[in-house]
């Protein structure tokens, strides 16, 4: 299966789950299945390599820091993600952990950026959702899309921008329907 597809699926199972705990909106039975779904869409993921596992311990470190990690199930993946990151540092013996993709400058930046925009949403978007958070979150899967089809965008690989645009045209449709 394409990675493409996978990074937007895996973004789109991110998001369901965390508006139904945030707006407490789709049925529990078919949440129990978006997130086994989830679960196998990231272990894929973050087997695919030591740069696509490191995305989310970043992810991982800002949300913490955001008080994001709320629930259960959020702590139970941040585990599992934890453990995988911990294998594949006692694992890998090449040290050969990034790919020409992937490079330690690319992922700052990545990390940087993500801090500055969820730190930054943390404190303008008090509520769930608003006409303002829906036009910022237009703006933002915008660039994403951009970024998704400029060829000359060194920052993000494609599958990492399907990810990130899986998880806004969900939160899109979601805000969308609360208004």
């Known amino acids: ?4 597809l996978i990074g937007f699926l895996l973004g789109n199972c991110i998001k369901i789950v ?3 705990y945030d707006l407490n909106i789709y049925d529990k039975e078919i949440i129990n299945f978006i997130k086994l779904l989830g679960l196998f869409l ?7 390599g030591f740069e696509y596992n490191l995305i989310f311990v970043f992810e991982l470190i800002i949300c913490y820091f955001a008080n994001q990690i709320d629930t259960e199930f959020y702590k139970k993946v941040s585990l599992l993600i934890i453990i995988i990151f911990i294998s594949y540092l006692l694992l890998n013996k090449k040290n050969n952990f ?5 490079n330690p400058l690319n992922l700052l930046v990545y ?14 978007f008090k509520e769930e959702t608003s006409c303002f958070k829906l036009i910022a979150r237009i703006f933002v899967i915008s660039i994403a899309i951009i970024s998704y089809f400029d060829k000359r965008n060194t ?8 990810l990130f645009i899986g998880y806004f045209v969900i939160s899109i449709s979601s ?4 208004l």
């Open 1 to 4: 299966m394409n990675n493409n």
């Open 42 to 48: 990231l272990v894929y993921w973050n087997l695919l």
């Open 98 to 102: 990034f790919t020409k993709i992937y």
């Open 111 to 124: 990390f940087i950026l993500a801090l500055i925009i969820i730190l930054l949403e943390a404190k303008l």
């Open 155 to 162: 920052i993000l690989t494609k599958n990492f921008t399907s």
């Open 18 to 20: 965390d508006d139904h």
């Open 175 to 178: 805000i969308y329907l609360k």
